[in-house]
């Protein structure tokens, strides 16, 4: 007798080995927001505000393997360049007087250099009857996201760039607009202010424990449910401004650590119809989300305007966070 394992391999009942390989197309919505908060005493007051938002086509390949009652699945997927739009939102909280005044606002398209995704989940099939299975897994991902901001719009309300000198909200009409256009009487020509680039890099890591349960409610069609914790998560993100001082251009690098303890929630429904013992369609919709606020450490390469030949800690803190949602289209293949 033959029974469809967690994954979709058609797996003997006394246990052979089985394998798959499944070319999977993936429809990805991410939003990574990081926050930067001010020194104590007020260390609970936003500073700076960074909200990258991605949607994009990923591709990519998983290998599945049975045998026995255990379960091996493994991963890898990169996006469609060409096939991605996003913005990028950037607030600052400059008034010490008023934390709660949003000074400055901007907003623009992103570019992206390359999103990676690649992972494994391995875990032990336990059948109660012959329509359902459970199965404990375990897991790990890891993630590598790249940005840029150029040529965005925004409005300045702190006081370096204010009519009056005074800090307002961004969208006062005190506010300066970017980007400008004005006469300078000193080049004799007009001369134009942007807002210059913002470059972003995020490698995350993950570690996954979680329950898959699988149910048949016909021989043609199979159901996965899935819900999992991350134990363990890490963020190295890499923050980078392009700034300009009065003897040229120089680059401010941000860079976040953060560790995170069960702060991350996956939740997976899969689809799966059978069409013959060699091939499966697959349908799965997946999200990922935060438990918690968690703060992580702030490291900066300047200090003003210096830049220094190596980062050191700052007294700030850094918040980083990601949240996801996709949908996948799959074929599964039996190999063996």
Request: glycine share 6%.
């Amino acid at each position: 007798m033959e029974i469809t394992g967690l994954h979709g391999q058609i797996i003997k009942k006394t246990g052979s080995f089985s394998l798959t390989v499944e070319p999977a197309l993936t429809f990805a919505s991410e939003k990574i927001t990081e926050n930067i908060y001010y020194s104590a005493p007020n260390e609970d007051k936003k500073i700076s505000m960074l909200e990258w938002e991605n949607s994009m086509l990923m591709y990519g390949i998983k290998l599945n393997s049975t045998y026995k009652n255990f379960w091996l699945n493994l991963n890898f997927f990169t996006s469609c360049k060409f096939l991605q739009t996003g913005q990028m939102e950037d607030s600052d909280w400059r008034n010490t007087s008023d934390y709660s005044m949003k000074t400055n606002y901007s907003i623009g398209k992103i570019n992206t250099g390359g999103n990676y995704e690649a992972g494994f989940e391995t875990g032990l099939i336990f059948q109660p009857n012959k329509l359902v299975e459970i199965s404990p897994f375990l897991g790990i991902k890891y993630s590598f996201d790249s940005f840029s901001r150029q040529n965005a719009t925004g409005w300045y309300g702190d006081s370096n760039f204010t009519s009056d000198g005074n800090d307002h909200w961004w969208y006062s009409p005190e506010a300066q607009k970017f980007p400008y256009t004005i006469w300078s009487e000193e080049k004799e020509k007009y001369v134009t202010g942007r807002i210059l680039p913002i470059d972003y890099i995020k490698h995350d890591f993950y570690s996954w424990l979680g329950i898959l349960i699988r149910s048949s409610p016909s021989k043609k069609c199979n159901i996965l449910f899935e819900i999992a914790v991350s134990p363990f998560s890490y963020y190295l993100t890499i923050d980078t401004h392009h700034a300009k001082k009065t003897d040229g251009y120089y680059e401010k690098h941000f860079k976040g650590i953060q560790y995170n303890f069960f702060n991350k929630i996956k939740n997976q429904v899969n689809v799966e119809f059978n069409f013959s013992k060699q091939f499966l369609l697959c349908i799965g919709i997946k999200k990922e989300y935060k438990i918690y606020e968690n703060k992580g450490k702030l490291y900066l390469d300047h200090f003003l305007t210096t830049p220094q030949e190596q980062y050191y800690a700052s007294s700030q803190k850094i918040e980083i966070s990601n949240f996801e949602y996709n949908i996948e289209i799959s074929l599964k293949i039996r190999i063996k």
